[in-house]
T-cell receptor, first 112, second 111 residues
Framework: DADVTQTPRNRITKTGKRIMLECSQT?????MYWYRQDPGLGLQLIYY???????NKGEISDGYSVSRQAQAKFSLSLESAIPNQTALYFC???????????FGPGTRLTVL | GQSLEQPSEVTAVEGAIVQINCTYQ??????LSWYQQHDGGAPTFLSY????GLEETGRFSSFLSRSDSYGYLLLQELQMKDSASYFC????????????FGRGTSLIVHP
């Protein structure tokens, strides 16, 4: 079984809809992250969490929110989706040192 | 803030050696990481350099010069499966080791 899983893998939605992307991990890591990837722009950090009670904004958090339901679960929400949020979204985890990140398979989101 | 520069594309032939450079600017520095990403797939960790010098892992090596704010990834004995995007990432200030990623280098390996 994969160490980091994401659901759904693909999603098409309409402008204004609320969307939730979910991430689960079995690596036992405390640290979890959400990234967005656009073609040619690398990975941009949206939010990160160092434990269940710790949530921090990344460089592009506007329009997004997160919930850390348990050590193993970290979800990303788009309260009112807009077309420029069309992108590939990755969840990642790391250990306490944070030097190596383990990525999920990604969710391809299209907002029409 | 932090910023990184790496070439957008590099091409090479099978069996050759290729070097992907990365220069960075950061207010604090902990280390430089490299990740590989095949088209549409998840990024996977390749290496991490915290100290100056060369780290070798099989066909891949990574180099860091902190004084020059520069590093590179060296791929030897290139194979077709090495065609992918390669990202450098710098971990900087705050003690959190959260990486900032470059825009990636697309490596195309020709037969």
């Amino acid at each position: 079984d994969a160490d980091v899983t994401q659901t759904p893998r693909n999603r098409i939605t309409k402008t204004g809809k609320r969307i939730m992307l979910e991430c689960s991990q079995t690596k036992g890591h405390d640290r979890m992250y959400w990234y967005r990837q656009d073609p040619g722009l690398g990975l941009q950090l949206i939010y990160y969490s160092f434990d269940v009670k710790d949530i921090n904004k990344g460089e592009i958090s506007d329009g997004y929110s997160v919930s850390r339901q348990a050590q193993a679960k970290f979800s990303l929400s788009l309260e009112s989706a807009i077309p420029n949020q069309t992108a590939l979204y990755f969840c990642a985890t790391s250990g306490a040192g944070g030097r190596e990140q383990f990525f999920g398979p990604g969710t391809r989101l299209t907002v029409l | 803030g932090q910023s990184l520069e790496q070439p957008s594309e590099v091409t090479a032939v099978e069996g050759a050696i290729v070097q992907i450079n990365c220069t960075y600017q950061t207010s604090g520095f902990y280390g430089l990481s490299w990740y590989q990403q095949h088209d549409g797939g998840a990024p996977t960790f390749l290496s991490y350099n915290a100290l100056d010098g060369l780290e070798e892992t099989g066909r891949f090596s990574s180099f860091l010069s902190r004084s020059d704010s520069y590093g590179y990834l060296l791929l030897q004995e290139l194979q077709m499966k090495d065609s992918a995007s390669y990202f450098c990432a710098v971990s900087g200030s705050g003690g959190s080791y959260i990486p900032t990623f470059g825009r990636g280098t697309s490596l195309i390996v020709h037969p």
